[in-house]
């Protein structure tokens, strides 16, 4: 009796093995590349920066952005946010320089765009008393000066030896009354 049902055990795994079993194709190669069709998800972020002319920055902010004497590789932008900030980048004496305004209710910081460790700070006001302050790095590599006046928030922001007086003297083109 042992001996018929290991028989009968050895034939049941033997059809369940076969069962299993599955024909095989053979493998065949083409010179066509394989291309997938599953639709790319993109996402598509409007960019908020507009490139302008200096004629158009200051015919849409309402604001006078005078180029300074021997600025080279002016670009002008506008960028389009919850508040819209009007930029001027230029290069002048060897240094970078960006010019930003917005039309704010109080001094805003956050139109500079630059955020660092700063190791100077300084504040005092214009000569209408609205507010000024100043950032530098520890090496003056760097530096962002701002100033409030008539409800615009202006900052200069500089790179390749910062100084407070240089950007002051920058801002003062766009800003007499600083």
């Known amino acids: 009796m042992k001996k018929l049902m290991a028989v009968l055990l050895a034939l049941v795994c033997i059809f369940a093995l076969c069962a299993c079993s599955h024909a095989t194709q053979p493998i065949t190669y083409s010179d066509k590349p394989v291309v997938d069709e599953t639709p790319e998800i993109t996402a598509k972020i409007p960019n908020p920066v507009r490139e302008v002319n200096a004629e158009e920055l200051c015919t849409e902010s309402g604001l006078t952005f005078v180029m300074p004497m021997g600025a080279q590789d002016v670009h002008c932008s506008v960028?389009?946010?919850?508040?819209?900030?009007?930029?001027?980048?230029?290069?002048?004496?060897?240094?970078?320089?960006?010019?930003?305004?917005?039309?704010?209710?109080?001094?805003?910081?956050?139109?500079?765009?630059?955020?660092?460790?700063?190791?100077?700070?300084?504040?005092?006001?214009?000569?209408?008393?609205?507010?000024?302050?100043?950032?530098?790095?520890?090496?003056?590599?760097?530096?962002?000066?701002?100033?409030?006046?008539?409800?615009?928030?202006?900052?200069v922001y500089m790179t390749g030896g910062a100084s407070t007086t240089l950007m002051s003297d920058v801002l003062r083109g766009f800003v007499p009354s600083l």
């Open 79 to 155: 960028i389009d946010s919850d508040t819209t900030v009007y930029e001027m980048s230029f290069k002048l004496d060897g240094r970078d320089y960006t010019v930003r305004a917005a039309h704010t209710d109080a001094l805003d910081e956050s139109i500079s765009g630059v955020h660092t460790d700063w190791s100077v700070t300084g504040d005092g006001a214009t000569s209408a008393g609205g507010p000024i302050c100043f950032y530098l790095t520890n090496d003056k590599s760097e530096g962002v000066y701002y100033c409030f006046t008539d409800g615009v928030t202006w900052c």
